[in-house]
């Protein structure tokens, strides 16, 4: 591969463009937190890792260079250069990086080099990228205008977000649909990751819509187990709001085909069939279990009653009505009383009403009163 690009510290540039960046550390640090665009393809497993650090902490840098370099079998470093000149091939515009822009991303920078590929790397690596991310999410928090999609449980918030170019979806980002129910096939991403995705979506929205106010849906301080800001949190409390309503039948639907089919439907492509109702069904009895005690005990076993006959009925026949009653005791007796309340405690005020079609209508004129 004939390269001439430089190494680089220009950040905000890789983010903007969703460079591919490949992550040489260690599978267990990649899984702690990464990038959107990050890929592990790492120079030591998660055991060689270990034993060079120990070597490191106790007989110094000299000594775990010497035994990095003994580790490197032949074979290991075959394999090594496979999958990084596989990498460089598929996406010969990307970076490397290690944990600071070390040795680790030099050495691989080096083999690469004398396998006839030249790669650049990022100066500083994960360390002055995450450091970056968090400086850039403060500042685009401050720098940013948000308008906030508020609105019952079920309405579809999410739907119609997805509708407004303007939107960022701070639930996508947290593979969580926000609700005690809102878990979602694969899990959620690391409160880093999460940070991370979030930073690089506002930096995104300042640079190609500078004069554009943000919309986001409304959420408390935890989507799922991620965590907003205190900073984000007190400036969405006090934007502007748009209120979308619908009726309660439109809700159970919403919820139906959220809740039911379409978490069904990820869980049964990941795991097929009969393993996917199992978690399908996991779920959605240790959401209900969790919130037990707010129902109360008496009302948590009928509505418990209420959902092992709605799973049997959806296993043994493909009938999912057996749902509607719970979706509809749990919207109007658990979650309508605390929106209510939490709606009260905003700060922002209600700029408009209204259903999808008339939200997404509006919207235009809607968000031109809306400071930059």
Partial sequence: MSQTRSDTDDFKTLFLNDTPLMDVRAPVEFEQGAFPKAQNVPILDNHQREIIGTCYKREGSDAAVALGYELATDEIRAARLNNWKAFTEKHPNGYLYCFRG???????????????????????????????????????????????????????????????????????????????????????????????????????????????AALLEDESKLIGRCSLSQPMRDKMQQSPIILLETSVEERVEVGLQEYVRDNLADFTTVYGEEAGFEQFREGLAGSLYRIRRRLGGARYQALNSLLENALQRHHDNDDIDGYRPLIADLLKEYYDPMYEYQLEQKEGKVIFKGNHKDIQEAYPELVKAVPA
């Fill in 102 to 212: 070390g040795q680790r991303s030099h050495l691989t920078q080096a083999w690469l080099k004398e396998a006839g590929v030249h790669y650049p790397l990022i100066k500083g690596g994960y360390k002055a990228l995450r450091r970056f991310l968090i400086d850039q999410l403060e500042a685009s928090v401050e720098a940013c205008s948000f308008v906030i999609l508020s609105g019952k449980t079920g309405t579809g918030k999410t739907r119609l977000l997805h509708k407004i170019s303007d939107s960022i979806d701070l639930e996508g980002l947290a593979n969580h649909r926000g609700s005690s129910f809102g878990r979602r096939c694969g899990g959620q991403p690391t409160q880093i990751d999460f940070e991370n995705r979030l930073s690089i979506a506002l930096m995104k929205h300042l640079h190609h819509k500078p004069e554009r």
